[in-house]
């Protein structure tokens, strides 16, 4: 018997398998025989390695019939019906044990991967709050010795303007602490039953005035009611940091973000609110998609972001119990969707909830 080729091509594994049958058939040696049937399912383990579908090792076993059938029409099937299947099965619990740990290797590695982004999201928090704290006390006094300073300027002084740029300045950078917190999960919250459709509704009419005129904004529920345990502000955050991320992400106009609510029950889980925010726009490689809900990190021209809406609206995703992910393809587009427990079984069928468009204003019609 030769010797097991170490071709990748899955041609050479099928001439390779035809190979095997006709030797545990014909061999009159059952030392042959039985190492045919060892390399069988060496065979069926390298099958997986290729990927080849299950489904696929039966139709080698069949061509590898046709095969032998072709090169010994006078064999009596009654003398062989006993041999012709050993091979498969030797094949068939290879390749079936080897996908086995195949998927064991990949659920351990995705499980170690979330793992290692818990570990380092929750240390940067740490780090965050630490931060935040600092600047919050240093923040106070730089706010309240400028209303003390403002006290002794005339109202009109250029003393005052620069007073002025100090202070909005010192706001921006106390809306930044809050959000580092909030990312740091430090916040105190007050969660309580609220219907997700309607506020989204009313976050996105708020969201459209800080994109570009030229994004389409699409609300497209499945349900007329989602209930959910949560505080209103952490959902309007959520709703608004995704969509204006979206619409970042747009480069070629027009473009589209599309935002929808349908129910979710997974086999055997709870039943969940299932939140998507889909654009249009360059879309991510997979080295984006693994660092996108990391702090800091963005991939904006320096300036022009800080690297935390992401990370923030991860955080609020975790505190609220629920799970957040992304997919993507450069130039396809990006959607992120998010699970969030549900609070009530009953919603609608989306006929009672019609879709909710905003019409960019270069594309609304003008009446006559």
């Known amino acids: ?25 014909l061999a009159k040696d059952p030392l042959a025989s039985e190492a045919a049937l060892a390399e069988a399912a060496d065979l069926g383990r390298r099958l997986v390695a290729h990927e080849v579908p299950l489904e696929e090792v039966g139709e080698l076993h069949h061509e590898a019939l046709i095969r032998l059938a072709s090169a010994h029409p006078d064999l009596p099937l009654s003398q062989i ?15 079936s044990l080897a996908l086995r740990e195949q998927l064991e290797r990949r659920a351990e590695a995705i499980v170690n991967a979330r793992l290692e982004q818990s570990r380092r999201l929750e240390a940067i928090g740490t780090l965050a709050a630490g931060i935040a704290h600092d600047f919050n006390n240093i923040l106070g006094a730089i706010l309240g010795f400028s209303e003390l300073l403002s006290d002794e300027l005339p109202p009109a002084s250029a003393g005052q303007q620069h007073l002025e740029f100090i202070q909005q300045a010192s706001f921006r950078a106390r809306d930044l602490i809050a959000r580092m917190l909030t990312f740091a999960r430090e916040m105190a919250d007050d969660p309580t039953e609220i219907e997700l459709v309607a506020l989204i509704r009313e976050t996105l009419d708020l969201v459209r005035v800080s994109l570009p005129h030229d994004v389409q ?21 959520i709703v608004m940091n995704l969509c204006i991320n979206a619409g970042a992400a747009i480069s070629s106009t027009p473009g589209r973000i599309q935002v929808g609510v349908r129910l979710h029950t997974p ?12 654009d249009d726009g360059e879309g991510m490689n997979q080295e984006v998609q693994e660092r996108v809900f990391d702090p800091f990190f963005t991939t904006k021209e320096p300036g022009k972001g800080s690297g935390l809406g992401l990370s923030v609206v991860h955080g609020l ?26 609070l009530q079984q009953e919603g609608k069928a989306s006929e009672d909830a019609p879709p909710i468009r905003h019409t960019p204003p270069s594309q609304q019609e003008t009446p006559e």
């Open 1 to 25: 018997m030769n010797d097991s080729t170490d071709s990748n091509a899955p041609q050479d594994l099928s001439d390779r398998y035809a190979e095997l049958l006709q030797c545990a058939v």
């Open 81 to 95: 019906a006993g041999l012709i299947t050993a091979p498969l099965m030797e094949a068939y619990m290879a390749y």
């Open 217 to 237: 904004l699409d609300f497209e529920p499945l349900v007329s009611e989602a209930w959910v345990l949560a505080e209103p502000s952490q959902i309007q955050q």
């Open 267 to 278: 086999a055997g889980l709870a039943p969940l609110v299932r939140l998507t925010v889909e």
């Open 317 to 342: 995703v975790g505190k609220l119990r629920g799970s957040i992910s992304v997919s993507s393809e450069p130039g396809s587009g990006t959607r992120f969707t998010i699970d969030l427990p549900r």
